[in-house]
């Protein structure tokens, strides 16, 4: 859940658009990002690489999907893929799981990974449940809104490192809309039934200081948005908080937010300057 530009005094190589999610904040947020594009033409070349999903995160929808949507454009995944187009060789995906938070975190965490049937746990904590309490996995599109044009992507990863927080409240989340997917369930299916989890409960209500790393080079966000940026983020929930609290998505403000309102939460995003591996980030390299 990229355009090579600046907006709202925030450069848009550190906006994760992976989490933009449609509504009539997130069109202003893509307003702005509009006008200071055409203001900075004028100035310098800027480079695009058209908007993504999430991931991941997850992510979400850009107003360029959203037009597609609008338009009634064919999407390029119009249905689910193969199951084996989804898995990864088993020590292919630790590593790469693993590679989404810094390697001081990540090798004492669990690791779940992507079978046939939803996720399991490859790798138990140092102290048999993650001594540290994060839970490293790597999520598929159908994490994404239901219109997002990668849901069906059968190449998008998301690697996430949660903390203990994130594990116990956010992680049920992905794990259940895993499961019914796998078990044939349509994304609309798998939508109303994570609605109704919520509803009475069955999914637990969003912990404080829920958060997770997106810190992998080698992730995949979507076929615009490649592996865009190494960024963190946090998961509260829609009634807990808003932008404000946290002075997103205001002029010259290193936050952004999104409502991701199939989840009930809103997503902080924090764009950090280095990779896991230790490397640095490339504005403009992608």
Avoid at 26 to 42: G, L, P, V
Avoid at 64 to 70: E, F, H, P
Avoid at 246 to 257: D, K, T
Wanted: glycine content about 6%; charged content about 20%; overall charge neutral.
């Amino acid at each position: 859940m990229t355009l090579q530009a600046r907006a709202a005094g925030i450069s848009l190589d550190y906006i994760d658009i992976n989490v933009f999610s449609p509504g009539a904040r997130n069109e202003k947020i893509a307003a702005r990002i509009r006008m200071r594009t055409d203001q900075e033409k004028s100035m310098k070349p800027v480079r695009f690489s058209s908007i993504a999903v999430p991931v991941f995160m997850l992510g979400l929808l850009s107003s360029a999907a959203w037009r597609q949507a609008a338009s009634g454009a064919k999407t390029p995944y119009p249905a689910m893929a193969p199951l084996q187009q989804y898995l990864m060789p088993e020590a292919a995906e630790i590593a790469l799981a693993r590679s989404a938070g810094p390697e001081s975190i990540s090798r004492d965490a669990e690791v779940l990974v992507l079978r046939e049937h939803g996720y399991e746990t490859a790798v138990h904590g140092s102290k048999g449940h993650g001594s540290n309490g994060f839970v490293c996995l790597v999520e598929r599109g159908w994490t994404a809104p239901l219109d997002n044009s990668d849901f069906w992507n059968p190449r998008l990863r998301g690697p996430l490192c949660l903390n203990a927080a994130a594990a116990r409240t956010y992680l049920p989340i992905t794990i259940m809309k895993t499961k019914l997917i796998l078990e044939g369930k349509s994304a609309a299916a798998m939508s109303h039934a994570i609605e109704s989890a919520l509803d009475t409960r069955q999914l637990p209500p969003l912990e404080p200081g829920a958060m997770c790393y997106m810190l992998s080079k080698q992730q995949y966000l979507g076929d615009s948005g490649k592996n865009w940026r190494p960024h963190v983020m946090f998961f509260v929930a829609q009634a807990a908080a808003k932008d404000r609290d946290w002075g997103a998505n205001v002029e010259a403000s290193p936050i952004l937010a999104s409502d991701d309102a199939q989840d009930r939460m809103i997503i902080f995003m924090i764009p950090v300057r280095s990779w896991s591996d230790g490397t640095p980030d490339s504005p403009g390299g992608h």
